[in-house]
């Protein structure tokens, strides 16, 4: 096979290959977008699972749950409640609430979570944690916005009694406007926070983290959507020191309100108190309202 046969039969392969997500765009920078998108699901996919092969924090995956900058002005949000148990010869329960309610005005959101854990196996618990998300974007320039948040969070099985972060930086829409589906989105961000955290039995620790993260929302098939996203948060004063954390989350309506949700969880932590392990995997399937 020639040089020009070789070519022929790379692009050849290059355009079935985007016929799984859509048109082949035309021109470098439609090819570059088509290549971005292609590839989106394996980078979300391979980063959850590359936390989850290498944490021990809540997750909230808020790109699933909340609507973008581009949604009608006013109030909106959405409820899920995951419950499992079992009985007989095994005696199990768990539950997992979660909640979101955001409003957008000028090209602005603002945006609460809440999540809460729990968990019991043979009476005895084995799960009990909470956080609480503050979250404010807002438009900048053209697909560039800036964010601040804070968290709280607990977990009594970590040993986490308390952990207080505030901080911001800035997100790029990484989909061209004219080109992204309903409801698709994609999303690079960078900036840094500050926490303190404190342990049962354990010193606490102060530290200023960096905030690298992808995330993503994608419509897949018959209405349901994919969505997801990474994070890898080190500490600027220890190198030694990082957390990953990934989301990925699965969503098939029901009806135009309610919808079911498969999900996957996880988080790493590179320096955990003295017993705990360094990395934490939840999945779970419930039921999620939207209003």
């Given at each position: 096979m020639d040089?020009?046969?070789?070519?022929?039969?790379?692009?050849?392969g290059?355009?079935r290959?985007s016929?799984v997500?859509?048109?082949?765009p035309s021109g470098?920078?439609g090819?570059?977008?088509?290549?971005m998108s292609?590839?989106l699901?394996?980078l979300l996919?391979?980063?959850t699972f590359a936390?989850v092969?290498?944490?021990a924090?809540?997750?909230?995956?808020?790109?699933g749950m909340?609507?973008?900058?581009?949604a009608a002005?006013?109030?909106?949000g959405?409820l899920k409640?995951?419950?499992?148990g079992?009985?007989?010869?095994s005696?199990k329960?768990?539950?997992?609430l979660?909640m979101?309610?955001q409003?957008r005005r000028?090209g602005a959101v603002n945006?609460?979570a809440?999540?809460?854990?729990?968990?019991?196996?043979?009476?005895?618990?084995?799960?009990?944690k909470?956080?609480l998300?503050?979250?404010?974007t807002?438009?900048?320039?053209?697909?560039?916005?800036w964010e601040?948040f804070g968290?709280?969070?607990?977990?009594?099985f970590?040993?986490?009694?308390?952990r207080?972060?505030?901080?911001g930086?800035?997100?790029?829409?990484l989909l061209?406007?004219?080109?992204k589906?309903?409801?698709?989105?994609f999303y690079l961000?960078t900036?840094?926070?500050?926490?303190?955290?404190?342990?049962?039995?354990?010193p606490?620790?102060d530290t200023?983290?960096?905030n690298l993260y992808?995330?993503?929302?994608r419509p897949?098939f018959?209405?349901?959507?994919l969505s997801?996203?990474v994070?890898?948060?080190?500490?600027?004063?220890?190198p030694?020191?990082?957390r990953?954390?990934?989301?990925?989350a699965?969503s098939?309506?029901m009806r135009e309100d309610?919808a079911?949700?498969i999900s996957?969880n996880c988080?790493?932590d590179?320096?955990?108190p003295?017993?705990?392990?360094r990395?934490?995997?939840?999945?779970?399937?419930?039921i999620?309202?939207?209003?």
């Open positions: 040089s020009g046969e070789r070519e022929n039969s790379r692009v050849a290059w355009r290959d016929a997500i859509g048109a082949f470098d920078g090819y570059i977008r088509g290549l292609r590839h699901l394996f996919i391979s980063g936390c092969s290498s944490a924090a809540a997750v909230v995956n808020i790109e909340r609507k973008g900058l581009e002005p006013g109030w909106s959405s409640l995951d419950l499992g079992s009985s007989g010869n005696e329960f768990n539950a997992a979660g979101l309610a409003h000028d945006l609460i809440f999540s809460y854990d729990y968990g019991e196996t043979a009476g005895a618990r084995n799960t009990d909470q956080t998300h503050l979250r404010h807002e438009e900048w320039r053209e697909r560039l916005d601040a968290q709280w969070q607990r977990n009594d970590t040993r986490l009694t308390r207080l972060l505030a901080g930086g800035l997100r790029w829409d061209e406007p004219g080109r589906q309903s409801g698709e989105r961000g900036g840094l926070f500050a926490e303190t955290q404190t342990f049962r039995s354990a606490g620790k200023v983290r960096a992808l995330s993503a929302v897949v018959a209405a349901s959507s997801g996203s994070y890898f948060q080190p500490s600027f004063e220890d030694g020191d990082h990953a954390v990934g989301s990925l699965f098939v309506p309610l079911l949700e996957l988080a790493y590179s320096q955990p003295a017993g705990v392990k990395t934490d995997i939840e999945y779970r399937t419930g999620r309202w939207s209003f």
